[in-house]
């Protein structure tokens, strides 16, 4: 079964451009594009796998970066648009586990200015209740095996270079924060 781009219907919003946006979007567009090509590939060797073990190993790998490139930005994007309020049972959860959302702001925040391209992510462990935060590299590097993605925030310069240098991550940083969409990552908590 293909997969279809989510729309995003972003608001205009402080500190990252429709510009940005734009062009970020198209990113996220070809990482659905890529799974569905990397998936009817996979199906079509499958087909004689003796005989294409090579390019399915490949394929199979690729298609893990591909994947979580598309969930990871969905998620992204789904958390942007809002006014930066955090509040809710996850927010309350947050400070519980954290001591003030402000700690935990901070220590995202911190990993975001770590050298290198990736990820920022709060993962839930469902099963020992407990959060994290993590720090993903290339979209399929790092996950942590049966927690839930609650927040994302994009690292890779293509997040932001048309709007902040590289030098300016941090400005980009805090433009994230001042528009989250706090009820849509309160409703990932929530499931």
Excluded at 34 to 53: G, L, P
Aim: aromatic share 12%; charged share 20%; proline share 2%.
């Amino acid at each position: 079964m293909p997969y279809s781009e989510v729309a995003f219907n972003l608001p205009e919003m402080t500190g990252l451009s429709g510009k940005q946006i734009e062009a970020h979007l198209k990113l996220y567009a070809g990482y659905v594009k890529n799974v569905n090509a990397i998936a009817a590939k996979i199906d079509e060797y499958k087909k004689d796998s003796e005989v294409n073990a090579i390019a399915l190993s490949e394929l199979t790998r690729r298609y893990a970066f591909e994947w979580n490139g598309m969930r990871l930005h969905e998620i992204y994007f789904a958390g942007l648009g809002g006014d930066g309020s955090m509040t809710g049972a996850l927010a309350d959860t947050l400070t519980t586990y954290y001591g003030t959302l402000d700690l935990w702001k901070n220590e995202v925040k911190a990993m975001a200015m770590m050298r290198g391209i990736g990820w920022v992510l709060l993962v839930i462990d469902r099963e020992t209740k407990t959060m994290r935060n993590i720090w993903v590299s290339d979209h399929e590097v790092g996950h942590l095996a049966g927690c839930d993605v609650l927040f994302a925030l994009d690292v890779w310069e293509h997040a932001y270079l048309l709007d902040y240098l590289p030098a300016q991550r941090a400005d980009y940083v805090n433009a994230v924060f001042a528009n989250v969409n706090w009820v849509a990552t309160e409703a990932r908590f929530a499931a």
